[in-house]
Protein backbone atom coordinates (compact mmCIF):
# COMPACT_ATOMS: atom_id res chain seq x y z
CA UNK A 1 0.00 0.00 0.00
CA UNK A 2 1.57 3.43 -1.08
CA UNK A 3 2.02 6.53 1.55
CA UNK A 4 -0.90 8.63 -0.66
CA UNK A 5 -4.06 7.93 -0.34
CA UNK A 6 -5.59 7.64 -3.58
CA UNK A 7 -9.24 7.62 -4.34
CA UNK A 8 -8.96 5.81 -7.61
CA UNK A 9 -6.85 3.14 -5.95
CA UNK A 10 -9.73 2.59 -2.86
CA UNK A 11 -12.36 1.87 -6.39
CA UNK A 12 -9.61 -0.37 -8.09
CA UNK A 13 -9.59 -2.31 -4.64
CA UNK A 14 -13.48 -2.64 -4.18
CA UNK A 15 -14.01 -3.25 -8.34
CA UNK A 16 -11.08 -6.56 -7.87
CA UNK A 17 -13.30 -7.83 -4.69
CA UNK A 18 -16.41 -8.67 -7.10
CA UNK A 19 -15.90 -12.14 -8.96
CA UNK A 20 -17.05 -13.32 -11.65
CA UNK A 21 -20.32 -14.76 -10.26
CA UNK A 22 -20.87 -12.02 -8.45
CA UNK A 23 -18.92 -13.16 -4.95
CA UNK A 24 -17.07 -10.95 -2.78
CA UNK A 25 -13.07 -11.63 -1.99
CA UNK A 26 -12.56 -10.72 1.38
CA UNK A 27 -8.81 -10.17 0.54
CA UNK A 28 -10.01 -7.38 -1.59
CA UNK A 29 -12.24 -5.62 0.36
CA UNK A 30 -10.08 -5.80 3.02
CA UNK A 31 -7.78 -4.02 0.87
CA UNK A 32 -10.36 -1.08 0.27
CA UNK A 33 -10.98 -0.78 3.45
CA UNK A 34 -7.14 -0.06 4.49
CA UNK A 35 -7.03 2.45 1.98
CA UNK A 36 -10.00 4.43 3.73
CA UNK A 37 -7.47 3.92 7.28
CA UNK A 38 -5.05 5.99 5.63
CA UNK A 39 -7.20 8.62 4.45
CA UNK A 40 -8.96 8.74 7.46
CA UNK A 41 -5.54 8.58 8.95
CA UNK A 42 -4.58 11.55 7.17
CA UNK A 43 -7.76 13.79 8.81
CA UNK A 44 -5.80 13.98 11.60
CA UNK A 45 -5.77 12.57 15.04
CA UNK A 46 -9.80 12.74 16.11
CA UNK A 47 -9.97 10.01 13.33
CA UNK A 48 -7.58 7.52 15.46
CA UNK A 49 -10.60 6.02 17.65
CA UNK A 50 -12.28 5.30 14.42
CA UNK A 51 -9.68 4.48 12.32
CA UNK A 52 -8.44 2.04 15.36
CA UNK A 53 -11.53 -0.22 15.07
CA UNK A 54 -11.57 -0.46 11.76
CA UNK A 55 -8.08 -1.44 11.69
CA UNK A 56 -8.87 -4.02 14.51
CA UNK A 57 -11.78 -5.25 12.30
CA UNK A 58 -9.54 -5.90 9.47
CA UNK A 59 -6.81 -7.62 11.46
CA UNK A 60 -9.73 -10.26 12.61
CA UNK A 61 -10.54 -11.35 9.02
CA UNK A 62 -7.09 -11.36 7.92
CA UNK A 63 -5.80 -13.68 10.43
CA UNK A 64 -9.00 -15.83 9.30
CA UNK A 65 -7.68 -15.74 5.98
CA UNK A 66 -4.35 -16.38 6.86
CA UNK A 67 -5.43 -19.11 9.15
CA UNK A 68 -5.39 -22.80 8.72
CA UNK A 69 -8.90 -23.01 7.55
CA UNK A 70 -8.17 -19.54 5.39
CA UNK A 71 -9.53 -21.85 2.32
CA UNK A 72 -13.01 -21.04 3.59
CA UNK A 73 -12.67 -17.47 4.07
CA UNK A 74 -11.99 -16.16 0.49
CA UNK A 75 -15.11 -14.74 -0.39
CA UNK A 76 -18.01 -13.87 1.99
CA UNK A 77 -20.20 -16.59 0.31
CA UNK A 78 -17.27 -18.97 1.12
CA UNK A 79 -16.90 -17.56 4.85
CA UNK A 80 -20.53 -17.29 5.81
CA UNK A 81 -21.58 -21.14 4.42
CA UNK A 82 -18.18 -22.20 6.54
CA UNK A 83 -18.92 -20.37 9.72
CA UNK A 84 -22.93 -20.89 9.81
CA UNK A 85 -22.14 -24.67 9.32
CA UNK A 86 -19.99 -25.12 12.30
CA UNK A 87 -21.23 -23.21 14.16
CA UNK A 88 -19.08 -20.22 14.39
CA UNK A 89 -21.11 -18.02 14.63
CA UNK A 90 -22.98 -16.38 17.96
CA UNK A 91 -26.25 -15.64 16.55
CA UNK A 92 -27.96 -13.99 19.75
CA UNK A 93 -25.61 -13.18 22.15
CA UNK A 94 -21.80 -12.96 22.32
CA UNK A 95 -20.25 -16.36 24.02
CA UNK A 96 -18.03 -19.09 22.34
CA UNK A 97 -17.70 -17.07 19.23
CA UNK A 98 -17.71 -13.57 19.87
CA UNK A 99 -15.32 -12.52 17.07
CA UNK A 100 -16.80 -14.39 14.17
CA UNK A 101 -15.78 -13.16 10.63
CA UNK A 102 -19.37 -12.93 9.93
CA UNK A 103 -20.49 -10.79 12.95
CA UNK A 104 -16.71 -8.41 12.21
CA UNK A 105 -17.51 -8.24 8.53
CA UNK A 106 -21.17 -7.10 9.35
CA UNK A 107 -19.14 -4.20 11.27
CA UNK A 108 -17.43 -2.95 7.97
CA UNK A 109 -20.35 -4.00 6.13
CA UNK A 110 -22.63 -1.09 7.91
CA UNK A 111 -19.84 0.99 7.72
CA UNK A 112 -19.40 1.28 4.22
CA UNK A 113 -23.59 2.02 3.46
CA UNK A 114 -22.27 4.94 5.44
CA UNK A 115 -19.57 5.47 3.50
CA UNK A 116 -21.15 4.95 0.16
CA UNK A 117 -23.96 7.70 1.15
CA UNK A 118 -21.23 10.02 2.26
CA UNK A 119 -19.63 9.82 -1.00
CA UNK A 120 -22.98 9.85 -2.84
CA UNK A 121 -23.79 13.45 -0.88
CA UNK A 122 -20.32 14.43 -1.46
CA UNK A 123 -20.71 13.89 -5.44
CA UNK A 124 -23.72 15.58 -6.04
CA UNK A 125 -22.46 18.80 -3.37
CA UNK A 126 -22.30 21.96 -4.24
CA UNK A 127 -19.39 24.41 -3.39
CA UNK A 128 -20.67 25.89 -0.42
CA UNK A 129 -21.72 22.27 0.85
CA UNK A 130 -20.21 21.31 4.43
CA UNK A 131 -18.42 18.13 4.50
CA UNK A 132 -19.15 17.80 7.96
CA UNK A 133 -22.74 17.98 7.43
CA UNK A 134 -22.32 15.30 4.60
CA UNK A 135 -20.69 13.68 7.30
CA UNK A 136 -23.18 13.48 9.76
CA UNK A 137 -26.45 12.80 7.55
CA UNK A 138 -24.89 10.16 6.04
CA UNK A 139 -23.87 8.88 9.73
CA UNK A 140 -27.19 9.31 10.73
CA UNK A 141 -29.05 7.92 8.06
CA UNK A 142 -26.91 4.27 8.39
CA UNK A 143 -24.31 3.66 11.11
CA UNK A 144 -25.87 5.77 13.92
CA UNK A 145 -28.31 3.28 14.19
CA UNK A 146 -25.94 0.21 15.47
CA UNK A 147 -24.14 2.97 17.28
CA UNK A 148 -24.89 3.42 21.31
CA UNK A 149 -25.13 7.16 22.13
CA UNK A 150 -21.45 7.47 23.63
CA UNK A 151 -20.12 6.71 20.45
CA UNK A 152 -22.37 8.43 18.44
CA UNK A 153 -21.02 11.64 20.09
CA UNK A 154 -17.64 10.82 19.88
CA UNK A 155 -18.45 10.49 16.01
CA UNK A 156 -19.98 13.47 15.73
CA UNK A 157 -16.77 15.35 17.73
CA UNK A 158 -14.60 13.97 14.94
CA UNK A 159 -17.03 15.24 12.14
CA UNK A 160 -16.78 18.51 13.47
CA UNK A 161 -13.04 18.27 12.98
CA UNK A 162 -12.99 17.04 8.81
CA UNK A 163 -11.52 19.40 6.47
CA UNK A 164 -13.74 21.93 3.95
CA UNK A 165 -14.69 20.46 0.60
CA UNK A 166 -11.96 21.82 -0.90
CA UNK A 167 -9.12 20.29 1.14
CA UNK A 168 -11.38 16.87 0.72
CA UNK A 169 -11.08 16.69 -2.96
CA UNK A 170 -7.43 17.62 -2.72
CA UNK A 171 -6.62 14.72 -0.62
CA UNK A 172 -8.65 12.14 -2.52
CA UNK A 173 -5.70 12.66 -5.07
CA UNK A 174 -7.71 12.60 -7.95
CA UNK A 175 -7.51 15.31 -10.24
CA UNK A 176 -9.20 18.52 -10.46
CA UNK A 177 -12.68 18.54 -8.71
CA UNK A 178 -14.58 17.86 -11.90
CA UNK A 179 -12.23 14.46 -12.18
CA UNK A 180 -12.99 13.64 -8.56
CA UNK A 181 -16.85 13.84 -9.09
CA UNK A 182 -16.42 11.57 -12.34
CA UNK A 183 -14.55 8.98 -10.46
CA UNK A 184 -17.55 9.17 -8.03
CA UNK A 185 -20.13 8.45 -10.21
CA UNK A 186 -18.29 5.80 -12.15
CA UNK A 187 -17.19 3.84 -9.15
CA UNK A 188 -20.14 4.34 -6.59
CA UNK A 189 -22.44 2.14 -8.20
CA UNK A 190 -19.64 -0.34 -7.38
CA UNK A 191 -19.29 0.01 -4.14
CA UNK A 192 -23.49 -0.21 -4.07
CA UNK A 193 -22.96 -3.39 -5.95
CA UNK A 194 -20.50 -4.55 -3.03
CA UNK A 195 -22.98 -3.57 -0.36
CA UNK A 196 -26.24 -4.87 -1.75
CA UNK A 197 -24.66 -8.05 -2.61
CA UNK A 198 -23.51 -9.08 0.93
CA UNK A 199 -26.40 -7.02 2.30
CA UNK A 200 -28.73 -10.12 0.28
CA UNK A 201 -26.52 -12.47 1.75
CA UNK A 202 -26.68 -11.93 5.44
CA UNK A 203 -30.31 -10.70 5.29
CA UNK A 204 -30.82 -14.19 3.37
CA UNK A 205 -29.08 -16.02 6.33
CA UNK A 206 -30.82 -14.13 9.05
CA UNK A 207 -27.39 -12.43 9.77
CA UNK A 208 -28.07 -9.26 10.04
CA UNK A 209 -28.41 -8.30 13.61
CA UNK A 210 -25.54 -10.50 15.23
CA UNK A 211 -24.66 -9.46 18.37
C1 LIG B 1 -13.87 10.01 6.31
C2 LIG B 1 -13.67 8.54 6.02
C3 LIG B 1 -14.05 7.66 7.17
C4 LIG B 1 -14.55 6.27 6.73
C5 LIG B 1 -14.72 5.24 7.81
C6 LIG B 1 -16.01 5.24 8.54
C7 LIG B 1 -16.04 4.15 9.54
C8 LIG B 1 -16.85 4.51 10.73
C9 LIG B 1 -16.60 3.55 11.84
C10 LIG B 1 -17.03 4.13 13.16
C11 LIG B 1 -16.34 3.43 14.29
C12 LIG B 1 -16.57 4.13 15.60
C13 LIG B 1 -15.88 3.52 16.78
C14 LIG B 1 -16.11 2.07 16.98
C15 LIG B 1 -17.30 1.52 17.12
C16 LIG B 1 -17.52 0.06 17.30
O1 LIG B 1 -18.17 -0.13 18.52
C17 LIG B 1 -18.40 -0.44 16.15
N1 LIG B 1 -17.59 -0.54 14.96
C18 LIG B 1 -18.01 -0.10 13.76
C19 LIG B 1 -17.04 -0.23 12.61
O2 LIG B 1 -19.09 0.39 13.56
C20 LIG B 1 -19.06 -1.75 16.44
O3 LIG B 1 -18.11 -2.76 16.64
P1 LIG B 1 -18.28 -3.72 17.94
O4 LIG B 1 -18.18 -2.82 19.15
O5 LIG B 1 -19.64 -4.37 17.82
O6 LIG B 1 -17.14 -4.69 17.85
New binding site residues.
Given amino acids: MADTFSLQRVLETFRSSLSENKEVYIKYYISGWKE ?1 VS ?2 NS ?1 GNVFS ?2 SK ?2 VC ?1 IQILENFLSGENGSHYVTIQSMVKYELENDLVDLTKRSSHPESGCRTLL ?2 H ?2 LR ?2 ELFLEKLRTSSEDSKTSVM ?1 SDAYNES ?1 AH ?2 PWL ?1 RKA ?1 GVAFCALPGRNTFFDVMNAGDHTQVVALLGESLPLISEVYQITEDLYAKNNLLELP
Avoid: N
Fill in positions: LFMLFIDVKRLRAWLCLHHIV
